[in-house]
């Protein structure tokens, strides 16, 4: 069996497989999403050169944060924003990508004013997944930046088939909207994601492998 590629290579090979999809790979942010590991995988992520980092729960967001040097890492909130959590992010959390409801927007702003936003949009329309509906989203936008936000773009995550034209529908939206930012694609689906005009790749295996069993953060 060959052995395992270092983070250093998983890096590169991530770099070429964005430039492989027709774009530079600086045009393309890689938010390390270490959901599941252990703040060695933030610490060695940031030796690799990716200084943003993602997590999904507060929790682990907060236990990882207060281990691996605060300038180090600029963390990406990608989970659906719950308004108790919020008071404990505001301080770390330098992109919040689960914006999808006013209320929730409406306790970031009151915790962290002007805080960086992405507004989630549920792409496949499954009422099991975050994100507002599609016809929701332009109001919600507006409704988030009314309240001082810096509302940068939009995120979604595809749900299974009809990949490409989920992507589509939402560049075209951000486009539209007038937004820079498009947070979509990861490790599965990223070439299709880049193609599709993604400024923003969440990627946790192709980096790290395969998740592991519930996370312990040495302290």
């Known amino acids: 069996m060959a052995p395992a590629l ?6 590169e090979v991530l770099r070429a497989r964005i430039e492989s999809a027709g774009r530079p790979a600086d045009e393309v942010a890689v938010v390390a ?5 252990g703040a060695e995988a933030v610490e060695a992520a940031v030796d690799a050169g ?11 967001l907060l236990a990882k944060a207060a281990v691996v040097a605060s300038d180090a ?4 909130f990608l989970g659906p924003v719950q308004r108790n959590k919020v008071p404990g992010l505001a301080a770390r959390v330098a992109l919040w990508q689960g914006v999808d409801r006013a209320a929730a927007a409406a306790e970031i702003a009151r915790r962290a004013p002007g805080a960086a936003v992405l507004v989630q949009v549920n792409l496949s329309g499954d009422p099991a997944r975050p994100g507002c509906d ?5 109001a919600l936008v507006e409704a988030v930046a009314q309240l001082g ?3 940068r773009g939009l995120m979604g995550v595809a749900g299974t088939g009809h990949v490409r034209q989920q992507f589509n529908r939402l560049a075209r939206l951000g486009n539209q909207l ?19 005009g993604s ?7 192709a980096l790290f492998g395969a998740r592991p069993g519930p996370v312990q953060v040495r302290r």
């Open 50 to 60: 990716l200084h943003d980092c993602g997590e999904n729960y507060a929790q682990e």
């Open 33 to 37: 999403v270490t959901k599941g590991f």
């Open 134 to 138: 599609w016809e929701a989203a332009p």
């Open 199 to 205: 400024t923003m790749v969440r990627i946790g295996t």
């Open 178 to 196: 007038g937004l820079a930012e498009l947070s979509m694609g990861m490790s599965d689906d990223l070439e299709v994601a880049v193609q599709e």
């Open 73 to 76: 890492v600029r963390w990406h």
């Open 6 to 11: 270092a983070l250093e290579e998983r890096v």
């Open 149 to 151: 936000l810096d509302v």
